[in-house]
């Protein structure tokens, strides 16, 4: 009875103790979060200095695109396949438009500095091609985020 | 114990933790000045709430309770970011990154539990390597999970077209079809045709519906394409997202061709709401500010129409719709934005415990839009993310304004949204050939289902071998090119293939031991935090008595996902087995009861009191896992 007892004991806390998250939906309302809404609705308040041009609360997206840019250095990632990779992290960041956001090109900037490639070989990037005609502006903004 | 924790846990009073195998500190002194203590208590809480020093990062232990993570659970904190492993609905280990403000309220208040805190110190250079590797593995398994999702969406239009039902795209809810055109969009209409040509949208719409009409779902030919843990992969476009972006770019070129108006739904009018006009009344500044986002808007379309993104169609109507929306604020001289939460359900009930605070929540939301818009309007560059912000703000007060003033349920997502407004738009009638379209789904079944294997064998979830904690250390080995560099850079390296890893309070035992670590710290649960509290004010033996059992405790409301038990056992360790002998009993009487109410209640009290009975078991052996949890509006 007691050996029994024992392994049910046993086998319920290792069946119990060893599991991991589920994935939570995002269900719970702002009511419950005011602390993160309200961190989030006054980052606009650290925003673009006329020298950044970007705000506190896009620098996690100006950092992904970064990422993203050192990734696919040296690799046959084509303009169009890096424009949409570009696209999705904007809108998971909230941002639709990401051509005329200037984090964007901060952001390559950033990335291109740490993969080792100099400002002279910015127009060299096969994967660039898209984004350099997007806009006049787009390689003097990338050159601009290797300050970062 | 650890003298280093001592200020800690001094602050927080009468806090304590189990990690799993019972072990326990030791109670320790508490102030007799209750001001003091309370000082203590704010700065020890605050010094866990701080960003990790730049030389370092957090490795996190969060203590096991009922539900998700049933175990505890692990996780690393860089800077602001969260970095852990979830086991999703498809089976997949999926590494999420969360902000650390939402993390520790989802975990540690909502699930009220203890996280503890170890910091790795480390040189500036492997931080930053860290953070690169973590974010670049979510980046790219993230690529990989929106294309599978893609694919399932292929399946999914592949049936509608084939209906020939109108499909759902964003967006399609900004506009509605009006009798008058409407001058700002008539003004748009005529700057296109002055710089791109006369004929440009009927041109451009011809171009696109006669692609729309040709358009079908290729081979993908996925088994070629290689599915990497480390780098990004190039998938071909998915049908359905090029389907659904011609329709788009189609019913933005439409709108601009003249006869739609802004829908009432998308944007946040103050008289449906019944907010007061005088709170949204544009101020000369602001009317400057709001001519250059006009501007702005109109450059953007612009932008858009001629870009050479393959997913611009969202973008352009939402673009359009702000645009709208400014235009209208300048003409009418009050401030009008479009709506976040368009077209989501309500999600804050008509309760009565929720009413109790909701004058306080409309005080607070008032106050955040009233200073993101100060904020925004002094912007030297204004941009769409703090644009994004300022209509989230908005949208906050408007929904808990009505919500007070109606007494109705009400939307509040925790989440910074995007207006969305998704409605059906597509050619009227038209269907797929039948067989062109069961062969269509049958080839996207297959693929959706290959490709899904294909990621599970990349990522792949197995509670005894691969689970949040081995994946945790796993992705941190990969870091560093050898076992001796990863040594150097942390102190030491554990295998993620050892037995001990696997568990998730034996994991941070030994990232305690044998890492370069710091002084650690404690993130007490709401419970932990709330006993503490009441503490100061009130003799603690009363009240640890009274909040030692559901039926007196002032703090806790059974929530759905607790099981049923009646004692707290995570305060007395001393005392656990006798605890959950009456917890065990009470979940077996409540099983009991069950069995006959089984018939009228589909066995509900039956699986309850069962759950309840099992989560009792470890008590006996002085385990703790259950700690009930908290509503978001306690």
């Known amino acids: 009875m007691y050996r029994i007892l024992a392994y049910v004991l046993l086998l319920s806390t290792v069946a119990l103790s060893s599991g991991c998250s589920i994935s939570r939906s995002f269900s719970e309302s702002s009511e419950s979060v005011s602390d993160s809404v309200s961190d989030s609705v006054t980052s606009i308040s650290g925003s673009s200095s006329p020298k950044d041009g970007i705000g506190e609360a896009k620098i996690p997206y100006r950092d992904d695109v970064a990422n993203l840019t050192l990734s696919v250095v040296g690799s046959n990632f084509s303009s169009k396949n890096f424009m949409d990779a570009v696209g999705r992290i904007a809108a998971q960041r909230g941002i639709s438009d990401w051509q005329s956001e200037k984090a964007t090109y901060y952001g390559i900037g950033k990335g291109l500095k740490k993969a080792g490639v100099s400002k002279e070989r910015i127009q060299n990037q096969t994967f660039l091609q898209g984004v350099l005609s997007s806009r006049a502006e787009a390689l003097s903004w990338i050159q601009r985020g290797y300050r970062y | ?634």
């Open chain 2, 1 to 634: 114990m650890d003298p280093a924790r001592l200020p800690v846990l001094i602050g927080v009073g009468t806090a304590k933790q189990c990690i799993g195998s019972a072990s326990r500190w030791p109670r320790f002194l508490r102030f007799r000045s209750r001001g003091i203590a309370a000082v203590v208590l704010a700065i020890a809480v605050r010094s866990v709430a701080a960003d990790p020093e730049p030389s370092q990062f957090d490795f996190l232990y969060i203590e096991a309770n009922v539900g998700s993570s049933s175990g505890g659970h692990v996780a690393l904190r860089i800077g602001d970011d969260v970095f852990h492993y979830q086991h999703d609905d498809e089976g997949f280990a999926v590494l999420a990154r969360d902000e650390w403000p939402r993390f520790r309220r989802i975990y540690n208040d909502l699930d009220n539990r203890n996280i503890h805190v170890a910091p790795i110190e480390l040189r500036a250079e492997d931080r930053e390597k860290v953070r690169d590797r973590f974010v670049q593995r979510h980046l790219i398994q993230h690529r990989h999970l929106d294309f599978l999702a893609a694919l399932r969406s292929d399946l999914g239009l592949l049936q509608q077209l084939r209906a020939g039902a109108a499909p759902r795209i964003s967006g399609a809810g900004f506009f509605v079809p009006a009798r008058r055109r409407v001058p700002e969009l008539r003004s748009l209409e005529r700057e296109i045709a002055a710089r791109f040509g006369a004929d440009y949208l009927t041109r451009r719409l011809a171009e696109l519906e006669g692609l729309l009409r040709s358009h079908r779902r290729a081979a993908l030919n996925l088994d070629r394409i290689e599915i990497s843990e480390s780098r990004f992969p190039s998938y071909p476009p998915a049908f359905s997202e090029v389907h659904l972006d011609i329709l788009s770019q189609i019913l933005a070129l439409r709108i601009l061709s003249g006869g739609w108006a802004l829908a009432r739904e998308a944007f946040l009018d103050p008289e449906s709401f019944g907010v007061p006009a005088n709170k949204v009344t544009v101020s000369p500044p602001e009317r400057s500010q709001l001519e250059r986002l006009e501007r702005q808007l109109r450059e953007s379309v612009f932008g858009l129409l001629e870009s050479p993104r393959s997913d611009r169609g969202y973008p352009l109507l939402l673009a359009l719709a702000r645009y709208s929306a400014v235009a209208a604020s300048l003409e009418e001289g009050r401030l009008i934005l479009l709506n976040p939460f368009s077209g989501l359900a309500e999600n804050v009930p008509d309760t009565p415990e929720r009413y109790r605070s909701l004058e306080l929540s409309v005080v607070r939301h008032a106050s955040a839009f009233r200073r993101t818009r100060e904020a925004f309007f002094k912007l030297d560059e204004l941009d769409e993310k703090s644009l994004n912000l300022l209509e989230n703000a908005a949208a906050r007060y408007f929904e808990t304004f009505r919500g007070l003033r109606t007494h109705r349920p009400f939307r509040a997502p925790a989440a910074v949204l995007i207006p969305n407004a998704p409605g059906h738009f597509g050619p009227a009638g038209e269907k797929m050939v039948e067989a062109e379209a069961a062969a269509a789904a049958e080839a996207a079944e297959a693929d959706y289902a290959s490709f899904r294997e294909r990621l599970r064998a990349v990522y792949p979830y197995n509670l005894a071998a691969r689970n949040c904690a081995t994946e945790l250390v796993r992705t941190l080995n990969s870091v560093f090119s050898s076992d001796e560099e990863a040594a150097r850079a942390l102190g030491a390296q554990l295998d993620p293939d050892a037995l001990a890893v696997l568990v998730p309070f034996r994991l941070y035992e030994l990232v305690t031991e044998r890492f370069r670590t710091g002084r650690q710290s404690l993130s007490p649960s709401y419970r932990n935090r709330k006993l503490s509290t009441f503490s100061l004010m009130e003799n603690p033996l009363w009240i640890h008595l009274a909040e030692s059992n559901i039926l007196t405790s002032a703090l806790y409301r059974r929530h759905r996902g607790d099981t049923l038990f009646l004692l707290f056992t995570e305060d007395l360790p001393w005392l656990r087995p006798v605890l959950g002998a009456v917890n065990l009993s009470y979940g077996l009487a409540q099983a009991g009861v069950g069995l006959l109410t089984s018939p009228f209640d589909r066995g509900d009290r039956l699986g309850e009191g069962l759950r309840g009975a099992l989560f009792s078991m470890p008590e006996l052996a002085f385990i703790n896992i259950r700690k009930g949890s908290f509503s978001p509006l306690e």
